[in-house]
C-alpha cells in the first residue's frame, strides 16, 4: 500500500513526498506529467478532470494528500467534486486535504458553494477516514521574485495586507509535517489549522528578515491588485482576480489567525516554524 501524493512536483506536494520518504513510507507522486522525475517515489500521471483516473489511484491506498491547483473557481469545483466522488468509490484508508489557504466554515456543510467546503463536506459525508489542513498563509510568498527583490534591493518588504494586520503563516514544510503525523494519527479528523499563533504583522515579518540579513527591513503594505499584477501571466486573469479578491476581503477583517483550538499545536503536536527559523533554511 501506498500513499498518493497531488502536486507532488510542486511547492506544497513536493514537501510531503519528501517527508515521507524520509520516513521510509512508500510514495506515488501524481502528476500531469508522465515524464516527471520524482526522488523516492513512482511517478503516476493523473488529471483532477478525470473521475476514472482519481478512481484508479485512489484504490487500495494507504493515503492519500490533497490539495486543489489554482485555477478558476469552476474547474476548481469540477476537481472537488471528482476527487469525493473518487474516494468515495475507492476507499482509500486515510485522505489528508490542505485547503491551501482557504477558510473551512465550522459547520462544514459545504453550503458556501466553494470548491474548498464542497470538498471538505464530500470527504466528511464519505465515511474515509479524513483530516482537513487548513493554513492561512505560505511564507514562501515572501520569495516571489517581486517580493524578495524589494527586500534585497530597497530594505523593504512588499505584501498586499495592511500595516499591523496579524496573520498565521507557515511554511510548505509545515503542511508537510502536519500532514505526515495526520497520516499516522488516524484518531484525529476533521480541521487542523496550521500557522503560527498567534498571528504576526507584517512588520514583524520584516523584523524577522533585518535580523537573517543584517541590515534594516521595513513593511510596506501594498494594494492586493497592483501586488498580484505579475502572477496573471502565470497564474491566468480569472485565477488571479479571484486571488485578489479574497486579499481585500481578508484586509477588511481585524485578523487573519487561526484559532487554539483548531491549531496543530494543539490538536496534533505539531509547532510551526517561526519566521525566523524559516528564513535560516533559506539562501538569501
Known amino acids: 500500500m501506498t500513499y498518493m501524493i497531488h502536486g507532488a512536483t510542486g511547492a506544497q506536494g513536493a514537501p510531503v513526498v519528501a517527508s515521507l520518504t524520509a520516513a521510509g513510507k512508500p510514495v506515488t507522486a501524481l502528476t500531469r506529467d508522465a515524464g516527471a522525475v520524482v526522488d523516492g517515489a513512482r511517478v503516476l500521471a493523473v488529471d483532477y478532470s478525470s473521475t476514472t483516473d482519481l478512481t484508479e489511484a485512489y484504490r487500495g491506498a494507504e493515503g492519500v494528500f490533497v490539495h486543489l491547483p489554482v485555477a478558476p473557481e469552476e474547474d476548481r469545483l469540477t476537481f472537488a467534486r471528482n476527487v469525493v466522488a473518487a474516494v468515495r468509490e475507492a476507499r482509500p484508508a486515510r485522505v489528508v486535504f490542505s485547503t491551501s489557504g ?20 464530500g470527504l466528511a459525508d464519505s465515511g474515509v477516514s479524513h483530516a482537513v489542513i487548513e493554513p492561512r498563509f505560505y511564507l514562501e510568498n515572501l520569495l516571489l521574485p517581486h517580493v524578495i527583490a524589494g527586500v534585497q534591493e530597497e530594505g523593504v518588504l512588499r505584501y498586499s495586507l495592511p500595516s499591523g494586520f496579524p496573520a498565521s503563516w507557515a511554511s510548505h514544510l509545515d503542511i508537510a509535517d502536519a500532514a505526515t503525523a495526520l497520516f499516522e494519527r488516524t484518531d484525529i479528523t476533521g480541521v487542523v489549522s496550521v500557522g503560527q499563533y498567534p ?7 520584516a523584523e524577522a528578515f533585518s535580523t537573517r540579513l ?20 502565470i497564474l491566468g486573469e480569472q485565477a488571479t482576480a479571484d486571488i485578489v479578491n479574497m486579499y481585500r476581503a481578508v484586509g477588511t477583517q481585524p485578523d487573519h ?17 517561526t519566521t525566523g527559523q524559516w528564513l535560516a533554511g533559506i539562501d538569501l
Open 199 to 205: 498571528g504576526v504583522s507584517g512588520e514583524q515579518l
Open 214 to 233: 543584517g541590515r534594516t527591513v521595513v513593511y510596506e503594505a501594498a494594494d492586493p491588485h497592483a501586488f498580484f499584477a505579475p502572477l496573471a501571466p
Open 102 to 121: 482557504a477558510i473551512v466554515h465550522p459547520d462544514g456543510d459545504g453550503s458556501d458553494g466553494t470548491a474548498t467546503s464542497v470538498l471538505a463536506a
Open 257 to 273: 489567525s487561526i484559532t487554539a483550538e483548531r491549531s496543530a499545536q494543539k490538536r496534533i503536536g505539531v509547532t510551526p516554524r
